[in-house]
């Protein structure tokens, strides 16, 4: 298999599809068929592009040239959009909020799944099947449906706009996918070093936080980013269980500016800035990670 | 890895020291987690199927009621607007968006720069909905961009969200913001496809078109299933950009805009005079839930018939 495999890849590097030589016959088809279809890929990629350009631009700039040259570059930096969003707009407490519930929620979560996840990952029997099983049923629950009863349960225990309150939720609703995601990580790990460990009389606890935990370094920081890019956007929850503005995390601070912004006449440079501070930490993430988000969210999904 | 795997099963059944060891903590390291989840996860799962018999308010205890709340879905004009909304997201937007989505992670495989693009049209699935609503209705106001883009060509403005074509521009943001989540899904599952099937298919003279019907299309079948899947899920989530993009004023979006999560949101405490219609918002999430059961079971049917062991 492995050879066989070493030896199509250097057979595919002799004859790369792109070189025209492997298909004399479509060699002067292929390309301008294919031409419609990369165009459409690179306006897609240019309009992706120019929304995030757009965006940070139009938040240095003032409403009157975000409204009459949206395209243009701004003529003067105007700094004060930021200022005024931060102070004026909500969005500085806003932001404190945010950065509080998604540091809690993420490390809450990922501390509670990854024991978890580390038995369910490595035993092989029917009871952590099952229990595996249990933990997935919750990925397919929409929200919707807990919510209510949740509402009710945190309106009983006082925890109605309560930060902590949601970050309780938050775990909560991150768990099945925290632990499905580092059950497979735990069990593609090798148990070598795991059994060793055991043989020198190393306990259990000691096994997992000294050994397994750094071993899954890369896994745990993938749910760690992942779960804190959930809960940075996440808006539905927060909206049922945040009342004032004191409380808003950035979508709510957002959502309410927005709103706001209608009654009073719309400063676009100042909502714009706005929006930068809410999607801005995620984009500096995704710079910095973006190859472990897009692999992590693809191998939660691709089993 | 193998070995070591047999080994730890034989081991356990004998009672191997990494065996018992593993046991005595299994309890332990499970508990906090499963706990949280069952009681804040799954009793509310539960409870809610129970409320939607009954008369809820939130607040005091629910009375019963039977079937009513059913009844009353049956012609509510706003449950079947969120119904009809979601599953036209599910499948609407869907089979463009699969269409979509599949076309691009084909062309991209022979694409140079292909790890640039994908990276770039991934970018709106990490961000907050409601920062793209934001830039969106910008977008496509009656004051805003594409008129003036519009009109700097000379054409009258164009009012493109018209009471008939907003949810089309919701649809359409849809397809824009998950595109490059389902084409890097995809991209994943084909590349798993070992090189030498389409080396053997080249030398037995195939065109790239009966590649792709024999070999890549088989041999991801099973990945689109769990994408497809996924966007089950999915859909039934999509909240915020349309609370954003089509909420005014504190209000909610009218109700032929409503999805799913609006509803549950819209009959209970949103709104500016909030409804606490807690019973009838769980009868319509359990409708939901189980819509979205009955499509994962059929795609799951419909998608393993011939799924392939590589």
Same mark, same amino acid.
């Given at each position: 298999m492995s050879t066989a495999t070493t030896g199509s890849r250097a057979e595919s590097a002799a004859q790369d599809p792109r070189t025209p030589a492997a298909a004399p016959a479509g060699r002067r088809r292929v390309p301008w068929a294919r031409l419609p279809g990369a165009a459409l890929i690179w306006l897609f990629v240019a309009f992706c592009a120019f929304t995030f350009l757009f965006i940070l631009l139009s938040s240095l700039k003032s409403s009157y040239n975000v409204l009459n040259h949206p395209f243009g570059l701004p003529t003067e930096l105007k700094f004060s959009n930021w200022s005024r969003a931060w102070h004026d707009g909500g969005f500085g407490p806003a932001f404190v909020n945010s950065a509080l519930v998604v540091v809690a929620a993420a490390a809450g979560t990922v501390l509670l799944? #990854?024991?978890?996840?580390?038995?369910?990952?490595?035993?092989?029997?029917?009871? #952590?099947?099952?229990? #595996?099983m249990y933990f997935v049923l919750g990925l397919g629950i929409p929200m919707q449906i807990i919510v209510l009863p949740?509402? #009710?349960?945190?309106?009983?225990?006082?925890?109605?706009?309560?930060?902590?309150?949601?970050?309780?939720?938050?775990?909560?609703?991150?768990?099945?996918?925290?632990v499905y995601l580092l059950m497979s990580f735990f069990a593609s790990l090798p148990g070598e070093l795991e059994e060793a460990a055991a043989l020198d009389g190393v306990g259990p606890g000691m096994t997992f936080w000294r050994i397994m935990l750094p071993l899954a370094r890369g896994g745990l920081m993938t749910a760690l980013t992942l779960v804190a890019i959930a809960c940075w956007n996440e808006t539905f929850l927060?909206?049922?269980?945040?009342?004032?503005?004191?409380?808003?995390?950035?979508?709510?601070?957002?959502?309410?500016?927005?709103?706001?912004?209608?009654f009073t006449g719309e400063d676009f440079g100042v909502m714009f800035a706005g929006v930068s501070i809410a999607v801005l930490p995620m984009l500096a993430l995704y710079a910095w990670l973006g190859r472990r988000i897009t692999e992590g969210l693809t191998l939660g999904a691709g089993k | 890895m193998t070995s070591a795997t047999v080994g730890v099963r034989r081991g356990r059944a004998k009672g191997s020291p990494l065996a018992r060891r593993r046991r005595r903590v299994f309890g332990p390291f499970l508990a906090p987690a499963l706990i949280l989840y069952t009681v804040l996860f799954m009793v509310p799962t539960g409870y809610s199927f129970y409320a939607s018999f009954t008369s809820w308010d939130g607040f005091s205890n629910p009375r019963w009621k039977g079937t009513l709340n059913y009844d009353h879905l049956t012609h509510d004009p706003a449950f079947k607007d969120a119904f009809f909304n979601t599953l036209k997201l599910l499948f609407g937007c869907g089979i463009f968006l699969f269409v979509l989505s599949f076309a691009f992670m084909l062309m991209l495989r022979e694409m140079k720069g292909r790890r640039f693009i994908q990276g770039f049209i991934f970018l709106p699935h990490i961000v907050s909905g409601v920062a793209l609503a934001a830039f969106w209705d910008f977008l496509l106001n009656h004051d805003g961009m594409l008129n003036k883009g519009l009109h700097s060509f000379g054409l009258g403005p164009v009012d493109?969200?018209?009471?008939?074509?907003?949810?089309?521009?919701?649809?359409?943001?849809?397809?824009?913001?998950?595109?490059?989540?389902?084409?890097?899904?995809?991209?994943?599952?084909?590349?798993?496809?070992?090189?030498?099937?389409?080396?053997?298919?080249?030398?037995?003279?195939?065109?790239s078109w009966q590649r792709f019907r024999h070999i890549t299309l088989p041999m991801s079948w099973d990945v689109v299933g769990t994408a497809a899947v996924l966007w089950t899920i999915g859909t039934v989530k999509i909240f915020e950009f349309i609370l954003a993009f089509s909420g005014s004023q504190g209000n909610l979006p009218t109700t032929n805009q409503w999805t799913s999560a609006m509803y549950v949101y819209g009959e209970t405490i949103g709104g500016t005079s909030p409804i606490y219609d807690f019973g009838r918002a769980c009868a319509g999430a359990v409708v939901t839930l189980v819509a979205v059961v009955v499509v994962v079971v059929v795609l799951r049917r419909v998608t393993s018939r011939d799924r392939l062991e590589l």
């Open positions: 799944a #990854s024991p978890a996840a580390y038995v369910l990952g490595r035993n092989q029997n029917r009871l #952590s099947g099952g229990v #595996s949740l509402y #009710s349960i945190m309106a009983k225990a006082h925890l109605i706009d309560n930060l902590a309150g949601l970050i309780v939720l938050y775990i909560v609703v991150n768990l099945p996918f925290t927060a909206l049922m269980f945040l009342q004032t503005n004191d409380n808003f995390t950035l979508p709510l601070a957002l959502v309410n500016f927005l709103t706001q912004q209608q | 493109w969200l018209k009471p008939q074509w907003q949810f089309n521009a919701i649809l359409l943001a849809i397809v824009w913001i998950n595109t490059g989540y389902y084409v890097t899904i995809l991209m994943a599952g084909v590349d798993r496809i070992p090189p030498y099937y389409y080396e053997e298919a080249k030398l037995a003279g195939t065109n």
